[in-house]
């Protein structure tokens, strides 16, 4: 707290805020005492210490520090009847004082949220009222729902009981839908005294809303010959607890279906068609639908078909193979029928005449091994 400064034989002093509870100190300053004590009284001009010696048996006051130069006492636990103005005297010739107010803040109560009487309906809407007491001064109000700040009314400012605190109030309106269901509306007040630690109300909305409907399919792709089921889920406030199934053009709603639950067995073509399920709960009701199409059962199953393409594969390997086996040994062969006739042309390249050549190309020999005949 700021000081004045000193002039002579004047005592200085300095105003003081305390919250409500808390302790204050009171300090009187002189710079020439002249050879005079100081002396500090209460707002009803009751001695509290003359000096180092106490007037008043109040535990609560209590001597800081006493020295020619100053007198300062202290306050415990103040309350709001502590509140005033206090005087330092020093006896001098004349006489001087110094006046210190101290200001005692009232610290406002936890505020209280009244008027819902929930859950309330889509588009209804909640009119909740905020009040706080105790607050000196008066305390101010804030709304939120969740991080949005809300624009409250003012109502009243009153004053307590005592006289001397205040009770302050705040109203705001909100018109529900089905996001604010499971909202905290909070109250906050705001006052000086609270430095460290705010106090605040919440109200938790509940809101009742119309659900809403999906269908989900096991398997997501049937065919022809599966077992299909489809389950309705309905999500709302309150939970749906009656649904009902429907086929497209039909007149009545299917027997078969079992809650939210709706299955075939054995699937086949004719349960092809649109199918339409409603989710009901007290606010309203809403439908979702499912075109199931069913297909002709697939000639393998993937197992089978993977199974097939790497048989086929096999079989594909084993064909080139000979083929490039037949290949080769086709080579083959041309070469070793190309040397044959070879050879067997080389006898008609030596003989001396055509007749000798046609013998030796028939593989007859011109020299001694051929067959002689003899005339007798």
């Not at 000196?136 to 809300?150: E, F, T």
């Not at 309106?173 to 109300?201: N, P, R, W, Y």
């Not at 009742?208 to 309705?232: M, N, R, W």
Request: net charge negative.
């Amino acid at each position: 707290m700021e000081r004045l400064p000193f002039h002579g034989s004047q005592p200085v002093t300095a105003d003081e805020v305390v919250v409500a509870g808390s302790k204050v100190i009171l300090s009187c300053k002189v710079e020439d005492p002249e050879d005079s004590s100081l002396q500090w009284s209460n707002p009803a001009q009751q001695t509290l210490y003359f000096g180092e010696k106490r007037a008043l048996r109040d535990l609560r006051i209590q001597l800081e520090n006493s020295t020619a130069n100053e007198l300062s006492i202290s306050i415990d636990n103040t309350t709001l009847a502590d509140e005033g103005e206090y005087t330092c005297t020093i006896f001098t010739r004349p006489v001087r004082t110094a006046k210190a107010m101290v200001t005692v803040l009232g610290i406002p109560q936890k505020p209280q949220i009244s008027g819902y009487s929930g859950p309330l309906r889509e588009g209804d809407v909640a009119l909740l009222t905020c009040a706080s007491s105790g607050s000196k001064p008066a305390a101010q109000l804030r709304w939120n729902k969740g991080d949005r700040v809300l624009t409250g009314q003012s109502l009243e400012v009153s004053k307590d009981a005592n006289g001397k605190t205040f009770t302050v109030s705040s109203q705001v309106e909100i018109m529900v839908g089905k996001e604010d269901d499971g909202a905290d509306v909070t109250c906050t007040v705001d006052h000086s005294s609270l430095q460290i630690f705010e106090k605040s109300a919440s109200q938790r909305l509940s809101v009742f809303y119309k659900p809403t409907a999906k269908i989900e399919s096991k398997p997501e792709h049937p065919q022809e010959g599966d077992s299909l089921v489809l389950q309705c889920k309905g999500e709302g406030n309150p939970i749906p607890q009656e649904y009902r199934w429907e086929k497209d053009g039909a007149d009545t709603a299917l027997l078969d279906a079992q809650d939210d639950i709706l299955s075939f067995p054995n699937l086949n073509k004719s349960d092809s068609g649109t199918y339409i399920c409603y989710a009901s709960n007290l606010v309203g009701r809403s439908s979702a639908k499912y075109t199931l199409s069913v297909s002709d059962a697939s000639p393998m199953t993937p197992q089978r078909s993977s199974y097939h393409a790497i048989v086929g594969g096999v079989v594909a390997f084993i064909i080139f193979f000979l083929l490039i086996l037949l290949i080769v040994l086709g080579h083959y062969l041309i070469r070793h029928k190309g040397t044959y006739l070879t050879h067997e042309a080389k006898g008609s390249d030596d003989a001396p005449d055509a007749d000798t050549a046609i013998i030796n190309a028939e593989g007859g020999q011109p020299g001694g091994d051929d067959k002689k005949e003899y005339f007798i």
